[in-house]
């Protein structure tokens, strides 16, 4: 979530079904349809 505010990017519907865990428990976020870009 650090990245994504980094980034600028908001995920209006992160839960647990939206997190994809891989190989050594890398965390990737998905169904970014749900995401808006912030104007800085």
């Known amino acids: ?7 600028g990017v908001l995920h ?5 079904s939206s997190i ?7 965390c990737k976020i998905f169904q970014f349809g749900f995401a808006i870009q912030k104007k800085v």
């Open 20 to 26: 994809l865990v891989g190989d050594n428990f890398l």
């Open 12 to 16: 209006l519907d992160l839960m647990c």
């Open 1 to 7: 979530m650090a990245y994504l505010e980094v980034k």
